[in-house]
């Protein structure tokens, strides 16, 4: 009867013929680096050629001693050991040496990718901003994967009232490329797309590589609206990185510009809004109280008669420079008069002297017109003495008006006035005191 080991057994077994075996324990391997990310303690990566993959494990003493750094794509030349991990059953090759041997072919065909497109000036063609308010969010990744998950966490933290359409596509392997230029083709008849994610969780080189096709690059480059693109982890750059309008780190990060405010920092400043908008209205209504008060307590409303004491005192000037003016002319007039006369009463005597039937005539004509002009002279002062007396209030008292002040107040209403109250009462020629005995309302209205 056959005897059954334990997975326990087994694995020590096989680890001390990993141990034993003179050729496992020193073995010299070239391959080209994948899968490699940074970590603070020790390393852990993979070597590959064509048709093998390995896993290689580099311990922090020996890593910290290398003089150059790793970088995926890498081929490389490694010196160490095989070792069996009992708790999971991987062997790996402990790596006690290691030394750049070239680059590998598919790094070789990212840089050559890499350079042909930023010489066409393509990296640089998106530089579109991200819509601060999207109301929809188009994501182009695997359906399982866990960046659909993170996304749709994030923005519902964030924004929640923003959509998010999944356009799920393969990101792995021969049929990647298809299908996402297929879904990029779906997501670009869309009008109503704010914003695009397109992406995938991190992997080795060959995982991520479908990101790094000529065709998919230049599909989106076709894209209307701006594309953000989250490949890998952050250690990982590919062409898809490089033509997108952004890049993210992570998936999170990702959602995160793709809403630039989160909806509590927008709630929170419109409440700021509503309290400065509440504020400054308040200082307008304080404003215009103190500009009301100023009015109401202006002279102009507590002692009206004062806006027409300055217009009488220019009406009384202005009249006695009118009468000024008339009297000069009229003087000027009349020694014009004289001098003419003066001048004219020698050619005058000669003219009779000569020709005494003429002197009669004119005389009769010089006479009339003399007259005329002074007649002319006086009209106008008539008509410019009237029409100031038509703008001048004396004039509206001169014709039966009056006003009725108490406490120096005029008196608009019967309802500012009262029986026994004092009043004076300002006529054309003096002022009146006088005392209510009795109020009534007209009915002439």
Known sequence: MAEYLSV??????????????????????????????????????????????????????VFDKLAFQ????????????????GPNGSYSL?????????????????????????????????QRPIPRFPQKIAVITSPSGAVIRDILTTVQRRYPIAEVDLYPAVVQGENAVPSL??????????????????????GSIEDLWAFNDESLAREMLKMPMPIISSVGHETD?????????????????????????????IWQGLQQYDQRLYAQMQRQITQANERYQRVATSYVLMQPQRLYEGYLQRVDIAQKALLQSM????????????????????????????????????????????????????QRTAKAVAGLQL???????????????????????????????????????????????????????
């Open 8 to 61: 326990s057994i087994l694995t020590q077994y096989l680890k001390r013929k990993f141990t034993a075996d003179p050729y496992l324990k020193r073995v010299y391997v070239t391959g080209e680096i994948s899968n490699f990310r940074p970590r603070r303690g020790h390393q852990y990566f993979s070597l590959k050629d064509e048709s093998a993959v390995i896993n290689a494990t580099m311990f922090k003493n």
């Open 181 to 202: 230029i297929n879904q990029l083709k779906a997501v670009a008849k869309r009008s109503d797309i704010d914003v695009l994610i397109i992406g995938r969780g991190g």
């Open 391 to 445: 703008v001048s209030p004396l004039s509206i008292l001169a014709r039966g008006y009056g006003l009725v002040e108490k406490d120096d107040k005029i008196m608009r209403s019967v309802n500012d006035l009262h029986v026994d109250d004092m009043v004076a009462i300002r006529l054309a020629d003096g002022t009146v005191n006088a005392q209510i005995k009795t109020i009534g309302e007209t009915n002439d209205r």
């Open 94 to 126: 402990i790596v006690e040496k290691i030394e750049p041997d070239g680059v590998g072919a598919l790094y070789q065909a990212y840089e050559q990718l890499k350079q042909k497109l930023q010489a066409e000036g393509l990296f640089a063609q998106l």
């Open 327 to 378: 009297t000069r002319i009229f003087e000027t007039k009349r020694y014009d008069g004289n001098n003419v006369v003066n001048r004219l009463l020698p050619a005058m005597t000669q003219l009779v002297d000569a020709k005494s039937y003429e002197t009669d005539a004119v005389v009769n004509r010089l006479t009339p017109a003399m007259e005329q002009s002074l007649e002319r002279a006086e």
């Open 70 to 85: 790793l970088e995926p794509g890498m081929k490389v030349n490694v010196i160490g050991h095989l070792d069996l991990y």
């Open 237 to 265: 750059t590919t062409i898809a990185d490089y033509i997108a309008d952004q890049r993210a780190a992570t998936p999170t990060a990702a959602a995160e510009i793709a809403t630039p405010l989160k909806l509590t920092d």
